[in-house]
């Protein structure tokens, strides 16, 4: 019997001992974790110093045609009775060009959707890509998040993040719009890019 209670005690100090030594490892005294994060070096992951660029493409939403790169996915039943668009959402895949003109250079692609999100004005909530396709920036992309107010002059969104030589960006975008068909929906925007990256 005493030798069972001794057992039983053993096992109790190991499991207690366990529990100690593993929440430990998860929580340290400083409430940091231990085990799934840790601070890096940004040099040893090849990042250098972090610059500011500025770009300037042109933003194409092809609504009507024979070749949309704007198409309504998703709408609320009241959509139709809206006079603002308000429930409509719609994906793109929008040329982004050098110039004004859409037969001007292709610089990228703007990839995501925008939803018309103003119930009393034209406001879009825009969530967006622009996948560059040239020069070194080939296959890195800038990430677009904001509200878009599209009858004011310049409207102001984010850039919430990137990918090749656009990780950890950050900064924002000033939309300007240049051609807007309100027989088709079809319009032509200037887009300035101020962008953090390494």
Do not use: C
Not at 43 to 48: A, D, E, N, S, T
Not at 131 to 136: D, N
């Amino acid at each position: 019997m005493a030798e069972s209670s001794l057992k039983s005690s053993l096992s109790l100090i190991t499991l207690f001992i366990f529990l100690v030594f593993y929440i430990n490892n998860i929580v340290a005294v400083d409430g940091k974790s231990q085990t799934f994060g840790r601070v890096l070096n940004p040099i040893k992951l090849g990042l250098k110093q972090e610059k500011l660029s500025h770009f300037r493409v042109y933003w194409h939403d092809i609504v009507g045609g024979t070749n949309p790169t704007a198409i309504q996915v998703a709408r609320a039943p009241s959509t139709k009775n809206s006079k603002t668009g308000f429930g409509a959402v719609v994906m793109i895949d929008d040329p982004l060009t050098e110039g004004p003109e859409l037969s001007s250079k292709l610089m990228g692609r703007a990839q995501g959707l925008y939803a018309m999100a103003g119930v009393n004005e034209v406001a879009a909530l825009m969530n967006m890509n622009f996948a560059f396709m040239v020069g070194k920036y080939n296959g890195s992309t800038i990430s677009i998040m904001g509200r878009n107010k599209v009858l004011t002059e310049v409207r102001e969104m984010s850039i919430v993040g990137g990918s090749g030589l656009f990780r950890f960006a950050r900064g924002y975008v000033q939309a300007n719009t240049k051609i807007l068909d309100f027989k088709t929906g079809d319009a032509t925007v200037e887009y300035n890019i101020y962008v953090y990256h390494y």
